[in-house]
């Protein structure tokens, strides 16, 4: 299981919260206009006056597989087009092979990612995946694509260029490479199974799934 770690100062200012809580004495609220109990990283908060969620983060060692979902669902098993009752894993795992390296004289033959580098970018490698297409599929996740938005020819080769990642990364290391031009929602880095898990959705669609965001210091 991965280290999970919290902003310093998050137990005084929790501590803060639950003594100003405390030391309210605001009427009694109907049981309909009572705040919910707020769940934090294993810590109870009731009442409204948090001023913020604070996120648990938690690093990976090992970025040479890289996860991203077809939407922010972690369990849901998608069809598997033309194969009738057959399904797949809600995600596609991605990476960068090392160039020349030769699987039969692997050192570590049990490693399944033998032979793959470490993903630098985590957004821009599955930001890639979307471009081409790979992880649209009709009735899983096309409510994600704008109305109007133009998705290319199925099949079409990629010729749109100078496209950029949401942090304004070229899409590609090679500028002679083209996209494709298809969605690409806004992606978050979260870890799911001590694995890089790019979701789409906001920063927060990691707390909302329960788990940690990624760790990229």
């Known amino acids: 299981m ?25 009427k009694p609220a109907p049981r309909w206009r009572k705040p919910a109990l707020l769940t934090v990283a294993g810590l109870a908060l009731a009442g409204t006056t948090a001023a913020g969620v604070y996120v648990a983060l938690a690093p990976v060692e090992d970025k040479r597989d890289i996860r ?3 939407r922010a669902d972690l369990t849901t098993r998608p069809p598997v087009v033309g194969v009738p009752g057959e399904t797949k894993n809600p995600y596609i795992t991605t990476g960068t092979f090392i160039t020349g390296f030769d699987a039969k004289s692997n ?5 399944k990612n033998a032979g ?45 260029e100078g496209v950029r990642d949401q942090n304004g990364e070229p899409l590609f290391p090679d500028p002679a490479i083209r ?6 929602p806004f992606l978050t880095a979260c870890v799911v199974d001590n694995t890089v898990a ?20």
């Open 107 to 111: 050192p570590n033959p049990d490693d």
């Open 198 to 217: 790019v979701i789409p959705g906001p920063a927060e669609v990691c707390a909302r799934l329960g788990i940690p965001t990624l760790d990229q210091k």
């Open 2 to 26: 991965s280290e999970v770690t919290y902003p310093k100062d998050t137990e005084n200012r929790v501590q803060n919260l639950l003594v100003q809580e405390a030391r309210r004495k605001a």
């Open 68 to 70: 991203c979902y077809y």
């Open 116 to 160: 793959m580098q470490q993903t630098a970018d985590p957004i821009n490698q599955c930001s890639r995946v979307w471009d081409m297409g790979n992880m649209l599929q009709t009735g899983v996740n096309d409510d994600l694509i704008p109305e109007g938005f133009v998705s290319p020819t199925p099949g079409a080769m990629p010729t749109v």
């Open 179 to 184: 996209a494709s031009g298809n969605y690409i």
